[in-house]
């Protein structure tokens, strides 16, 4: 993976992604203390490198939301 450092680096690597109006937008309305770009093989930052981070894959379920609703409309009697 080619790694570069630097804004006019990072901002040449948003706009060949496509992703430039996007951070740009977002820029507008938030203060943005550091962007990291990924695109294909390259990856460009503007002050610090991102921490090494380990992502976890969603295990997909499926869930009966009727079942689960008429489950809490059942009224529970305790008795001591």
Not at 36 to 60: N, Q
């Amino acid at each position: 993976m080619k790694v570069t450092k630097g804004k006019k680096e990072t901002w040449g690597l948003a706009k060949k992604g496509g992703l430039d109006d996007g951070i740009a937008k977002i820029a507008q309305y938030f203060d943005i203390k550091d962007v990291c770009v990924i695109v294909g093989d390259e990856m460009s930052y503007v002050d610090e490198r991102p921490r090494r981070v380990h992502r976890v894959p969603a295990i997909p379920t499926t869930i009966d939301y009727k079942e689960v609703i008429n489950k809490t409309k059942e009224q529970k009697k305790y008795y001591k």
